[in-house]
């Protein structure tokens, strides 16, 4: 089912959703299901999978000589997503990025998800390769987001990039994109982003999920920005628990998100990663409820493959 079915379908009730990514390669599928096998009493209405295209590693050789080698570490995203949809019975939404692929990779990724009767996708532009700085496109491939969304949509009329191909058969994608409560990293300021978020949504997006944050207030002004800009689709906020003290450093740095100062001094004192868990679940349980209270379609989690501390949460949110 779509996700925005699923919302009009819970008739204001908030619905539980998660999101993992997919093992290293060389390991099995069997971690997956572990994750999950816990968060099922919580009834997910979807769990998003993650994807991660290839890095490059430089290796020096015995002549000193350094040799580029390409890498896939997490592949795996559509083979999971079916996993999940054919043994949970739950819908397993994939991310689909422009980064790594052309748009006929897109077209031919897409072909392969509604096939296996995957029918929500988030259409995301993807990060920079971790040695370079800035995004940078396939040849034929997309810049932005709101184009994959744009070819998303064109699927979904029934136009392929192949123009002499008769009567295709129309997709029904439904489709999610980013939102940035802190304003994405290299956009100039937070109201152009949101103009950017705004094109996504005219290009045919269905609803948006949130970069985490860890104060609410920055989700409600970026929803009341939103609405002020006239983008009506729903807006889910995407939470993190805390976990380890090293997320202090590593979380801001790679999200370019805030840590509220109360949150820093608590895992700061804590005597060791037990203690910062705790502390973690606590704050998330904190801003679950007071993102219910606001009324938000759905609280996704941030789990990314580790349930203990959302089966916590979970417990005293649903
Ligand atoms: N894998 C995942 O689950 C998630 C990944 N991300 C990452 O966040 C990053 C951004 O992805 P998206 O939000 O999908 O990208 P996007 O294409 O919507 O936006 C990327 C940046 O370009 C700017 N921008 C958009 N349209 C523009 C235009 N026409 N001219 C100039 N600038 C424009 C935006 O303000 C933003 O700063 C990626 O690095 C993505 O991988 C974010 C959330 C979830
Ligand atoms: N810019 C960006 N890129 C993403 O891939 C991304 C977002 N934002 N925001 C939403 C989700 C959240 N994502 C996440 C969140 C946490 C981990 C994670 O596993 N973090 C580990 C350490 C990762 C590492 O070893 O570098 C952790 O300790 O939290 C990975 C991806 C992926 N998504």
């Not at 000193?64 to 995203?77: A, F, I, M, Y």
């Not at 699927?155 to 009567?167: F, Q, R, T, V």
């Not at 956009?187 to 997006?205: C, N, P």
């Not at 100062?261 to 704050?283: C, F, P, R, T, Y």
């Amino acid at each position: 089912m779509k996700i925005t079915d699923h919302i009009k379908n819970a008739n204001g009730k908030t619905l539980f959703s998660f999101e993992i990514l997919p093992p290293l390669k060389g390991q099995n599928i069997q971690s997956i299901f572990d994750s999950i096998d816990p968060l099922m009493e919580f009834d997910p209405a979807f769990i998003d999978v993650t994807y991660h295209r290839e890095e490059y590693e430089y290796i020096e050789r015995q002549d000193g000589l350094l040799e580029k080698r390409v890498v896939r570490k997490r592949p795996g995203t559509v083979g999971i997503c079916a996993a999940i949809q054919n043994k949970y019975k739950v819908d397993a939404v994939p991310h689909i990025l422009c980064g790594g692929f052309t748009r006929e990779d897109t077209e031919n990724f897409l072909i392969d998800l509604d096939f296996l009767g995957i029918q929500n996708v988030v259409a995301l532009r993807g990060d920079a390769v971790k040695t370079e700085i800035y995004f940078k496109p396939e040849k034929n491939g997309h810049h932005f987001a709101k184009d994959l969304v744009k070819q998303i949509r064109e699927m979904n009329s029934g136009k392929y990039l192949d123009e002499s191909i008769e009567n295709c058969y129309p997709t029904e994608f439904c489709i999610g994109v980013a939102g940035y409560p802190e304003k994405h990293m290299e956009a100039a300021s937070f109201s152009q982003d949101i103009h950017h978020l705004k094109r996504k949504i005219e290009a045919g997006a269905d609803y948006i999920v949130t970069q985490m944050f860890f104060d609410n207030h920055k989700f409600f002004e970026f929803v009341e920005k939103c609405r002020e800009e006239g983008i009506s689709v729903p807006i889910i906020p995407g939470i993190k628990p805390l976990v380890t003290k090293s997320q202090l450093s590593m979380i801001p740095h790679r999200f370019k998100v805030d840590i509220p100062n109360e949150l820093v001094i608590a895992v700061a004192k804590a005597k060791d990663n037990k203690a910062v868990k705790e502390i973690g679940i606590e704050w998330c349980i904190n801003q679950s409820k007071e993102l219910l209270n606001y009324g938000v379609p759905v609280l996704h989690f941030y789990s990314m493959g580790k349930s203990d501390n959302i089966l916590k949460i979970g417990r005293e949110i649903f």
